[in-house]
Nanobody, 117 residues
């Protein structure tokens, strides 16, 4: 069964850091672009970052603070989030490819990030 499972979310103070993980099972993610997305309460889901053979992409809102990477040996993609801001709290999801969020029919459970002092 092809599956991506997100983890690593939690509560962090403003300015703090978290590392999210996106673990793949049922397939080898080496050959796929993997995207991170997030959805805050009352807002639409948005793309945050993407990693592919071509390189990496970051939304303007996270550029310089977030870093996406992959560990092929662990079949996992990471999102290192530094200097977290009050506008970053959301449920974070990962998905194969880096499409418009509206093009996906299915999302995993995601991992929740809370930024609060």
């Amino acid at each position: 069964q092809v599956q991506l499972v997100e983890s690593g979310g939690g509560l962090v103070q403003p300015g703090g850091s978290l590392r999210l993980s996106c673990a793949a099972s049922g397939f080898t993610l080496d050959y796929y672009a993997i995207g991170w997305f997030r959805q805050a309460p009352g807002k639409e889901r948005e793309g945050v970052s993407c990693i592919s053979i071509s390189g990496t992409y970051y939304a303007d809102s996270v550029k310089g603070r977030f870093t996406i990477s992959r560990d092929n040996a662990k079949n996992t993609v990471y999102l290192q989030m530094n200097s977290l801001k009050p506008e970053d709290p959301a449920v974070y999801y990962c998905a194969i490819d880096c499409r418009d969020p509206n093009e996906y029919d299915y999302w995993g459970q995601g991992t929740q990030v809370i930024v609060s002092s």
